[in-house]
């Protein structure tokens, strides 16, 4: 299994930004979704997470109301809309994959990709 994100940027604050992670591999809708990100200097931390199912969804509280996270199984993607964007969410932006889960923990038996840089100026 591969992932692999994309959509990163440079964007001021304000403004909005869609990424984007590619999953290779079968059974795609089988995987539970997250994005995390880290800032130099601080330690990575979870932003978003949707359930294999994509039922439900979750989200850090510095984002929420701000950032939607997304699948299309059809695609094998998973998108993280981010708006509103502060230069606190400045940082590099990781997707995570973790079979048949559900939760905001894939610190454990996931897959994960490299990651895209945002960067959001004030």
């Known amino acids: 299994v591969q992932l692999q994100a994309s959509g990163g940027g440079l964007v001021q604050a304000g403004g909005s930004l869609r990424l984007s992670c590619a999953i290779s591999?079968?059974?795609?809708?089988?995987?539970?979704m997250g994005w995390f990100r880290q800032a130099p200097g601080r330690e990575r931390e979870f932003v978003a997470a949707?359930?294999?199912?994509?039922?439900?969804?979750y989200y850090a509280d510095s984002v929420k109301g701000r950032f939607t996270i997304s699948r299309d199984n059809a695609k094998n993607t998973v998108l993280l809309q981010m708006n509103s964007l502060k230069p606190e969410d400045t940082g590099v932006y990781y997707c995570?994959?973790?079979?048949?889960?559900?939760?905001?923990?894939?610190?454990?038996?996931?897959?994960w990709g490299q990651g895209t840089q945002v960067t959001v100026s004030s």
């Open positions: 995570a994959a973790r079979v048949r889960y559900s939760g905001r923990d894939f610190n454990n038996d996931a897959y």
């Open positions: 591999g079968r059974s795609f809708s089988s995987y539970g």
């Open positions: 949707i359930t294999w199912s994509g039922s439900t969804t």
